[in-house]
Structures are given as C-alpha cells and as structure tokens.
Nanobody, 120 residues
Framework: QVQLVESGGGLVQAGGSLRLSCVAS????????MGWYRQAPGKQRELVAA???????NYADSVKGRFTISRDNAKNTVYLQMNMLKPVDTAVYYC??????????????WGQGTQVTVSS
C-alpha cells in the first residue's frame, strides 16, 4: 500500500507563486509516472502536468510556461512549481502516482488533494 501526502496549497494573489509537494510512502513499491491533476468546482478533474521515471514531462496547454513539474526519486517526491498564477488556476490539486507491481502490471494512487485559491 502506498500513501501520498500533499502540501503547499493556499491562497495567493494573481501573479503569485506556490510550490506543491507530494510524498509517497510505504514499502515494497517502485514508482513509475507521477503527475498533478486539478478539479475546479463543477468541472471534471484534468491533467495539469506529468513526469515519467526518466524525467520526460507533459503539460496542459493552459499551464505551459508557468508551471514546472519535477521529481526527486530518492525522496519519492513530486513537485509542482506554479508561477504567474491566475484566478482560473483555482482548484483542488491532486497528485497521482503510478506504481509498478510487475513488469506488466501497475496500479495508481491519488493524494488527498490540496486547495489552491488565486484571488484577483
């Protein structure tokens, strides 16, 4: 079993920055892809950014150039640096971690979510 603990959310003014962290803990697991998703009120959860085990990244068009995803494999941690925040970025942000069970089987886990609110 893998537990994910997120931190770093909060209230910030438009144009400001926040850094989210997500730490995976447990035993006997190997992490593959890691990512951040967000869900605004009344909307579906959407991908914000993802990073593979070898460091390849993927971003939603709406955050390209403003957000940066990174990971520290030694700490089982994924980060999301968010700059130039806009009110439309307001949402609950969730980390998602893909765990390798075997070479052909994987599972995934979600964090509990952290609220990001951007005021205008």
């Amino acid at each position: 079993q893998v537990q994910l603990v997120e931190s770093g959310g909060g209230l910030v003014q438009a144009g400001g920055s926040l850094r989210l962290s997500c730490v995976a803990s447990g035993s006997g697991f190997s992490i593959d892809d890691m990512g951040w998703y967000r869900q605004a009120p009344g909307k579906q959860r959407e991908l914000v950014a993802a990073i593979t085990n070898d460091g390849s990244t993927n971003y939603a068009d709406s955050v390209k150039g403003r957000f940066t995803i990174s990971r520290d494999n030694a700490k089982n941690t994924v980060y999301l640096q968010m700059n130039m925040l806009k009110p439309v970025d307001t949402a609950v942000y969730y980390c998602k971690v893909v765990v390798l069970i075997t070479s052909a089987l994987s599972s995934y886990y979600w964090g509990q979510g952290t609220q990001v609110t951007v005021s205008s």
